[in-house]
């Protein structure tokens, strides 16, 4: 929580900030853990279902899921994780356009902020 003068604040101002942006640090850091817990989880489902879809012989299937793997292995924040219900022209969190191209779901340029 910024403040433009923080000198100017009472003690007892500045103490509950300093215990909220703590509790705000350490909130952040758990739902942080948790997310890569559940990243690790999805990864290791993809990359059953990749087995399958190629043992199957659905080759592009097993290709579109590898790729959806590698997104996931490059961490938090990677452009271009979609869900069923993205449409082209969706803006997903970091700013990303959502562009289908001949029936394939990639990532587009940066859209707005």
Same mark, same amino acid.
């Given at each position: 929580m910024p403040v433009l !003068? !923080? #000198? +100017?604040?009472p003690a007892d101002a500045r103490a509950l900030l300093d215990k909220y942006n703590e509790a705000l640090a350490e909130a952040q850091r758990e739902v942080?853990? #948790?997310l890569a817990r559940q990243r690790e989880e999805l990864i290791q489902q993809l990359e059953r279902i990749q087995d399958e879809e190629t043992k199957a012989?659905?080759?592009d299937e097993a290709i579109a899921v590898r790729e959806q793997v590698r997104l996931l292995q490059a961490g938090p924040g990677t452009p271009g994780l979609?869900?069923? +219900?993205?449409?082209?022209? !969706? &803006?997903?969190?970091g700013? &990303?356009? &959502?562009?289908?191209?001949a029936g394939?779901?990639?990532p587009g340029v940066p859209g707005p902020a």
């Open positions: !003068d !923080d #000198r +100017a604040l942080q853990e #948790r012989g659905h080759l979609f869900t069923p +219900a993205m449409q082209s022209g !969706d &803006i997903v969190p700013g &990303i356009v &959502i562009e289908y191209q394939v779901k990639s």
